[in-house]
T-cell receptor, first 114, second 110 residues
Framework: KAGVTQTPRYLIKTRGQQVTLSCSPISGHRSVSWYQQTPGQGLQFLFEYFSETQRNKGNFPGRFSGRQFSNSRSEMNVSTLELGDSALYLC?????????????FGPGTRLTVL | ELKVEQNPLFLSMQEGKNYTIYCNYSTTSDRLYWYRQDPGKSLESLFVLLSNGAVKQEGRLMASLDTKARLSTLHITAAVHDLSATYFCAVVNTGNQFYFGTGTSLTVIP
């Protein structure tokens, strides 16, 4: 069974640009969550999607958005990039609900903003 | 805002020894998670603790949850080198938002 995949794995952008990251969950999983990991702020929850609906959202500005498609694949978008957006972005999928099911994490996308 | 504190931040221990990592959180929650992260790698889910008094064990790791004390522990028994990693706890608030601890970097020395 294939694991969670994220593309691209590495990305370099400049300030002001926008970026779209993609996450393909494990087959059959309907919940996808996104996290940001930085040395300074640690791990922070971005949002969670379930059956194409955003179910939960962390404390991030509106520049951070996401969506989920009918096949459960998810994308997150960051507009008007800032230097502080440089981070490892992780997505995780679970069968039904993040509250009780085990989450399976992808390898992450490392975004560098210059 | 919910605060999650882990201690110690760094832990160096000899193989064969026992140790405990602590995770304290500031507001009521009845769900707590433990994760492992190897250097340069992604996160791996270890345990989900859903109720007061919950205890889960996997190999040399055992996690417990005391919701009244707002405390979870991750106990390591007879550590081996393969357990070297960073361990995170995370707590979920009533709005289903995840809050992570700062992580405990564990190094097991032969």
């Amino acid at each position: 069974k294939a694991g969670v995949t994220q593309t691209p794995r590495y990305l370099i952008k400049t300030r002001g640009q926008q970026v779209t990251l993609s996450c393909s969950p494990i087959s059959g999983h309907r919940s996808v969550s996104w996290y940001q990991q930085t040395p300074g702020q640690g791990l922070q929850f971005l949002f969670e999607y379930f059956s194409e609906t955003q179910r939960n959202k962390g404390n991030f500005p509106g520049r951070f958005s996401g969506r989920q498609f009918s096949n459960s694949r998810s994308e997150m978008n960051v507009s008007t990039l800032e230097l502080g957006d440089s981070a490892l972005y992780l997505c995780a999928s679970s069968l039904e609900a993040t509250s009780t099911d085990t989450q399976y994490f992808g390898p992450g996308t490392r975004l560098t903003v210059l | 805002e919910l605060k999650v504190e882990q201690n110690p931040l760094f832990l160096s221990m000899q193989e064969g020894k026992n140790y405990t990592i602590y995770c304290n959180y500031s507001t009521t929650s009845d769900r707590l998670y433990w994760y492992r992260q190897d250097p340069g790698k992604s996160l791996e889910s270890l345990f989900v603790l859903l109720s007061n008094g919950a205890v889960k064990q996997e190999g040399r790791l055992m996690a417990s949850l005391d919701t009244k004390a707002r405390l979870s522990t991750l106990h390591i028994t007879a550590a081996v080198h393969d357990l070297s990693a960073t361990y995170f706890c995370a707590v979920v608030n009533t709005g289903n938002q995840f809050y992570f601890g700062t992580g405990t970097s564990l190094t097991v020395i032969p």
